[in-house]
């Protein structure tokens, strides 16, 4: 996207909105109100498997928004935004693993 957005003559920087995963129920409840979005089977299948693990759950969307962020970072976005809902430790526990001291460090 980043690559037709620059052919394209857009040179705004693009920021990638990230919000991990924390639970069953919110996951269920953002897909409703984007529309019904569906989810990459990959990561539904990760999250069926250990729906009744609370701290499991949120393992799978920490590794999931970090793979995610790294695709990013690789692709060239500005910079990336990240919904907490109240949950900072899944954002810090990403940016410490993509190796970034602070949220700067992700422009």
């Known amino acids: 996207m980043v690559r037709a957005m620059r052919v394209g003559?857009?040179?705004?920087?693009?920021v990638a909105g990230i919000m991990p995963i924390s639970s069953v129920k919110t996951m269920?409840?953002?897909?409703?109100?984007a529309g019904g979005t569906n989810f990459p089977a990959a990561l539904q299948k990760m999250i069926r498997r250990y729906q009744d693990e609370t701290e499991a759950v949120k393992r799978v969307g920490i590794h999931?928004?970090?793979e995610q962020c790294r695709d990013l970072i690789d692709h060239g976005v500005s910079g990336i935004h990240f919904y907490t809902?109240?949950?900072p430790d899944a954002t810090a526990r990403i940016q410490e693993t993509?190796?970034?001291?602070?949220?700067?460090?992700?422009?």
Do not use: V
């Open 28 to 33: 269920r409840y953002m897909a409703e109100l």
């Open 85 to 87: 809902l109240n949950q």
């Open 64 to 66: 999931w928004a970090t």
């Open 9 to 14: 003559g857009i040179t705004i920087p693009l």
């Open 98 to 107: 993509l190796g970034a001291k602070d949220s700067e460090a992700l422009r």
